[in-house]
């Protein structure tokens, strides 16, 4: 079993696309090493201060996935809202 999870992302401090894709190379860095999830930017690519980023991990649990993805998107807030 397998879960795609669209997040949208606002990073108000970006005043690039260098400025986003920096915070979003770093975003995506460290929830695929804590978490082993892959993740993807999926819309507004052009756009300083947004995107959406999709997260996908497979497990053979639904509880399992569940909680895994509930953990990433509260790290992933946690991290943008560092930023």
């Known amino acids: 079993m397998s879960v795609c999870s669209p997040s949208s992302c606002n ?8 400025d986003k894709r920096q915070v979003l190379r770093s975003l ?3 929830l695929r ?3 082993n999830v892959a993740v993807a930017e999926l819309e507004h690519h052009d ?5 959406v980023v999709g997260i996908v991990t497979i497990s053979n649990e639904e509880k399992h996935l569940r909680e895994v993805l509930q953990k990433v998107l509260d790290e992933a807030d946690r991290i943008l809202g560092s930023f």
């Open 11 to 18: 990073i108000p401090d970006a005043q690039s696309l260098k």
């Open 28 to 30: 995506k860095d460290k």
């Open 33 to 35: 090493r804590d978490f």
């Open 47 to 51: 756009t300083w201060q947004r995107s």
